[in-house]
């Protein structure tokens, strides 16, 4: 892929988790067998639309990870990689459904009331450093109703 202002084609450009220590597994890519980590391939499995002829960018098959060379260049190309993407598609790992809904909805509700609380963000400088600068100053406000502690828990617990 070239990247100018305008990819030729669009393209989604895939973010995942590799693991604590990445085990790998042969999948096939344009008719090539190519090994890539687990992980990548339920990423690909769990977020890809099939048989819609769909590019993804994934870092596993589209950059050569034998080749430190090309790792670096491509690792210098990934702010342009991700944002001539026409989306950008995050895994984190294997949740059950509800659960990885209820978790995002629950960071959403604590989101809204920090933005909230912070006069849409204006004062985030004087909500987390005082009026004064003098260091990190915590919110008496109660956490918002109806957050699943769970669900945020094995969010932020996956690798």
Partial sequence: MVLGSQPERPYAAMSYCWGPVPTTTNMTVDDRRVRVPESAVSALRKVTREQTGELIWIDAICINQEDVA??????GMMKDIYT???EVRIWLGELEDDVAVSAIESAKRIHDQCVQA???LQDLAIHLYGHQG???KYSDAPLPD???WEALRA?????
């Fill in 134 to 136: 003098g260091g990190f």
């Fill in 118 to 120: 912070m006069n849409g």
């Fill in 146 to 148: 109806g957050c699943d």
């Fill in 84 to 86: 001539h993407a026409s």
């Fill in 155 to 159: 969010l932020y617990s996956l690798p």
């Fill in 70 to 75: 090309e790792k670096g260049r491509q690792v």
